[in-house]
């Protein structure tokens, strides 16, 4: 099949290189020119795991390509993929300028039956307003010309992306219309040999699905970070609390790790416009509220802990003259993205009270850069920042920190404090190890 994609960011990309590996012709379709020159070039401007292999080898194979070219695109394609971005407005609603120009460019382009899919994350009712602009567009024309909008909210994680997408535990197709649903049936039908859960259903039901796939697995982060604040209070282990939970199958052990509030470019983000979109009915969604207001605060509980374990008497700046290093800047691991992490939150806490940071992780460097600067050090090598810091925060679960060489961070320390937002060791074994060890919800030895 020949499709185009619009966005070439980490939705768009993942399935344009899932798409030509399937054997269809893709062209990626972006407006920033840099990105498009870079891609032709087989540069990939983002990290995720196995991506820029499988677009090389598609891009060589002739079955994937990259263009600013809207029109050539639209036209060269019968299914027009929306993958760019929905961030939110001032008021926490999704803004749409980014989908809805490229409604109009199709508009503008097409010359035939299209399918216009909006993969992108959506308020209900967008699908609508894609219609709308794209009419509005073939009546300035006078085209008399056929379409149909497609829902198909995508559900791949960062990190894992590549698989999320060939090994969907489902895919959602939101259309009224049999023939549609059979057409992206059989583009999908390549990637449903581990799961058959191909569901298709409304429009709205669709664009509501996404909101609330991301709003309960938000809400169960927040929901887990306080039990752990109460196990905390209380002398109980979150760990032990997650096994005792976990073991029912109507809970489960997925997404109850405590840790130091959710981030990214999804969660936050979706959280809010699904609040907006409850306000524009008078529908108060009292729960989600909560779900973001515990998150603000736990994105400080890292730094608090710090400031409580190092602290001098000084209101203001409590860590002046300490040296704090940071184990992970991105919002988790396998990606570099920084979107909304809580490194950024917890990061400005520690400089606001006065301390020095320093700063590792595998991938996100170059993003933290842009947004640090030169206010903290940075080094390619997990061992290298510890050197006479008075701590080792952990704030991404990367798999190199899990086990790394204890000796070497003990004798690298000041003093042998960490604080862990992640959970990833034995409090026991830090113990015997000799460190101060201060993980979340469960027993501190400091
Ligand atoms: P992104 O910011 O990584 O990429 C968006 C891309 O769209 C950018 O390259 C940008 O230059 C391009 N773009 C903007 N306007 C354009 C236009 N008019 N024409 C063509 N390209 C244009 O965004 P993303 O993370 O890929 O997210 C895209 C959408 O998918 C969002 O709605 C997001 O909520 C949703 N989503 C994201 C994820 C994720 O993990 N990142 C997962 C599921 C759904």
Known sequence: MKICIFGAGYVGLVAAACFAESGNNVIAVDVDEARVEGLKQGIVPIYEPGLKEMILRNQGEGRLSFTTDYAAAVQASLVNFIAVGTPPGEDGSADLKYVLGVAREIGRAMNGYKIIVDKSTVPVGTADRVRHAIREELDLRNADLEFDVVSNPEFLKEGAAIDDFMK??????????????????????PFMRKNNRMIVMDIRSAEMSKYAA????????????QIAGL??????DVAAVR???????R????????????????????????I???????????????????????????????????????????????????????????TDDMREAPAITIIQSLLAAGARVRAH???AIDEARKIFGDAIDYSNNQYDILGDADALAIITDWNEYRNPDFDRIREALATPLIVDGRNLYKPSRMASAGFRYIPLGRNSNG
Do not use: H
């Open 251 to 274: 809970i489960g052990y997925d997404f109850l790790f405590p840790g130091p509030g959710y981030g990214g470019s999804c969660f936050p983000k979706d959280v809010k416009a699904l």
């Open 214 to 225: 991301n709003a309960m697995l938000a809400t169960r982060i927040s929901f887990m970070n």
């Open 231 to 236: 196990c905390e209070c209380m002398g109980a």
């Open 168 to 189: 969907p535990d489902r895919v959602v197709i939101g259309t009224d219309n049999v023939r549609t649903a059979e057409f992206m049936k059989e583009l999908y039908e």
């Open 276 to 334: 907006r979109t409850g306000k524009e009915c008078d529908y108060d969604f009292t729960l989600l509220k909560a779900v973001e207001e515990v998150n603000e605060r736990q994105k400080q509980v890292l730094a608090d802990k710090l400031i409580r374990a190092l602290g001098s008497a000084d209101e203001n700046k409590p860590l002046e003259g300490r040296t704090i290093a940071c184990w992970g800047l991105a919002f988790k691991p396998r």
């Open 243 to 249: 096994e005792g939970i976990g073991s029912d199958s």
């Open 361 to 363: 992780d595998p991938e």
